[in-house]
């Protein structure tokens, strides 16, 4: 069935909702998991841009030392759920746009099934979907399943 499971976290009650999902379909096809936050670094960039060059650089340099710890606690609670289920677990936090770091991750590590929450962090972004939920649903080439709230 399942080999390997990509769990996509923002760190939020969606993405750990979904990550539940997520360990146990993992745990009933003995899948590898793994979970990937995606620093998006970008839209940093673009907010600091209002300052002059170096107090930017050291706001960026803050702004993405606090993004990755957020990533990697996000990561470790999942972590933590797949050592209870006995589940083999990798974590991933890296940079970058996530919607297009998902599916590239996806692509290259020959992921069987992308989980995720229907809402991330930022709320509700679009009408039913979050916008990356949403690019990650319409782009993938493998199953993607999307948790709904609680």
Known sequence: MFESILIATDGSRHAENAAKAGIEI??????????????????EYSAAGEFSFNIADEVISELKSSLLKQGAEATGRIKAMANDAGIPFESKVIEGHPADEILKFAAENKVNLIVMGSIGARGLARFLLGSVTEKVVRNSKVPVLVVHGE
């Open 26 to 43: 993992a745990k009933l096809s003995k899948a590898k998991v793994t979970a990937m936050y995606v620093a998006d670094i970008g839209k």
